[in-house]
């Protein structure tokens, strides 16, 4: 049996029996493991309807918490990473009466595990069964979370803006952005057509887009999976060992550090592709396929055993160390050249 109780616009939900709450303090405790929960809430009356601002601070008693998980289906989610170990919860609320206000639910349940769970819903009907529309509503969340947590996040149309954070987390929407920053850990991103921002992040990163660009900015760790349909791929300052970029139909553009038995791999069905390496005596060995084919004049190209693709090396292959790159496009130019 769970038993619940609000604080604001916040449901906390304790799902364990049994439950004590404190109606003065709003704290839950949940046999071994317990959670308070302190805060507050404005409303105000606007010329296009009524919002409320809450905000609800959730210390954890008994562990610290480890996870952050988030379904937020109705706006945007912001998490901030601090040096704390409290979550703060802020939750921004728009409705266009204050009856569509009061059918707007933000819940949070703490497990046993470490994992905090947020969620949002509206109730789609009241008593009298008028239907509220999804795009008259909205709830947006602004989470200020220890840094150590892995967050794993949802939207749909909102935007998703994860910074400062040092455990990766899966990160998933639908028509919004995704945007990160100073992130590491292993980051997973999936969009089917919002765009995808990753900058200084250090781990391994896996971003799936189907129709939106992916941008990549000072990206590091032992491997870099970016794929688009339709769409471009961006990097620069990539320092990743294992790179793998890929498109259906869009450019992929790439400015990255050649790495000892590093491997990079760039492929496309129609997209044009340029790589541009920082070598730094890295040795390499280049092989390319396209309509047209430039690999630079630093090195001699010459036909490789397969009709249609051209090699080039730089230093000694021979090397153990020598790190491999791929080029493939069967429509698109290829354009291959060392940044000194």
Do not use: C
Request: glycine content about 10%; overall charge negative; cysteine-free.
């Amino acid at each position: 049996m769970m038993r619940s109780f609000a604080i604001g616009a916040l449901v906390i939900a304790a799902a364990a029996t049994p439950a004590l709450a404190n109606p003065t303090t709003g704290s839950a405790s949940t046999g071994s493991a317990s959670t308070a929960a302190t805060g507050s809430a404005t409303t105000a009356t606007t010329a296009d309807g009524v919002t409320e601002r809450d905000r609800v601070d959730v210390a954890p008693s008994g562990h610290a918490f480890k996870q952050l998980s988030i379904d937020n289906p109705l706006g945007d989610v912001t998490v901030e990473g601090y040096d704390g170990t409290t979550i703060r919860i802020e939750t921004h609320k728009h409705a266009p009466d204050e009856d569509a206000l009061d059918r707007l639910r933000v819940s949070l349940v703490p497990s046993d595990d470490g994992t905090v769970r947020i969620t949002t819903t509206a109730d789609p009907k009241d008593a009298e069964g008028k239907v509220l529309r999804r795009g008259a509503v909205r709830v947006d969340l602004v989470i200020r979370a220890p840094r150590d947590l892995r967050v794993d996040a949802n939207v749909n149309a909102g935007k998703l803006d994860i910074s400062g954070m040092e455990n990766g987390g899966d990160l998933d929407a639908a028509t919004g952005p995704i945007t990160v920053r100073h992130v590491s850990g292993a980051l997973y991103t999936h969009t089917v057509s919002g765009a995808t921002n990753l900058s200084e992040v250090s781990g391994s990163v896996d971003a799936q887009s189907l129709a939106s660009d992916v941008q990549l900015d000072t990206v590091s760790g032992e491997k870099l999976v970016a794929s688009v349909d339709k769409g471009k791929i961006g990097g620069r300052r990539v320092r990743s060992r294992d790179i793998e970029l890929t498109s259906t139909d869009g450019p992929i553009a790439l400015e990255a550090e050649a790495t000892l038995r590093g491997r990079i791999r760039v492929a496309s069905l129609r997209g044009d592709l340029e790589v541009r390496l920082h070598r730094h005596g890295t040795a390499l060995l280049v092989r390319a396929t396209g309509a047209k084919v430039d690999l630079g004049a630093a090195a001699q190209q010459e036909r490789a055993a397969a009709a249609g693709w051209h090699e080039a090396a730089f230093g000694d292959v021979a090397a153990a160390e020598a790190a491999a790159i791929e080029l493939r496009s069967r429509y698109g130019n290829v354009v291959f050249a060392i940044v000194e």
